[in-house]
């Protein structure tokens, strides 16, 4: 038996949670590889031993981001982003740039892309209203983890990075062109 096309405005709610779980997926991948960029530079380097031990306890709070994201994907079928590949090079490039730029340039990349994160969470559980509690619950809470690693960051001293308002600027631009881009592809 053929099923006919959905109504307009049918679905919508499905399709906006799996468009959300597909971005936040890839944006939890991104993390995980920028992180992994980092440490791959200050682990190599003793004298950046503080830095990856701090980056280390981070990037252990993403990587359980993206294991709920994966199980998320898996359990209510959602495609995830083709970008895949494209992020986990972009990700890891930007982590270990920054890290070759030193500890603060490091971590004011950090504040960069966790101020995006803390905002598209922000409007996305507001988008979200009552409609998928579960998935609103699993933002909402990830969102808390991502300010508390926007303020170590701070802390370590991101903002006192050389060039930290043109490099902050970059980084946010090219975080919201992913979410952009991994929100559809």
Known sequence: MRQSPPMPGEGVAERMSDEMIRVDHAGEYGAVQIYRGQLAVFERVGAHAHAARVIAEMEAGEQAHLRTFDRMIAERGVRPTLMAPVWRVAGFGLGAVTALMGERAAHACTEAVEEVIEDHYARQSERLGRRD????????????????????????????????????????IGCRAAIRISEKI
Do not use: C, N
Request: proline share 5%; no cysteine; charged share 40%.
């Open 133 to 172: 509690p579960e998935l609103r619950d699993v933002i909402d809470r990830f969102r808390e983890d991502e300010i508390e690693h926007k303020q170590t960051a701070i802390d370590q001293g991101a903002r006192e990075a050389p060039g930290y308002s043109v490099l902050s600027a970059i980084v946010k």
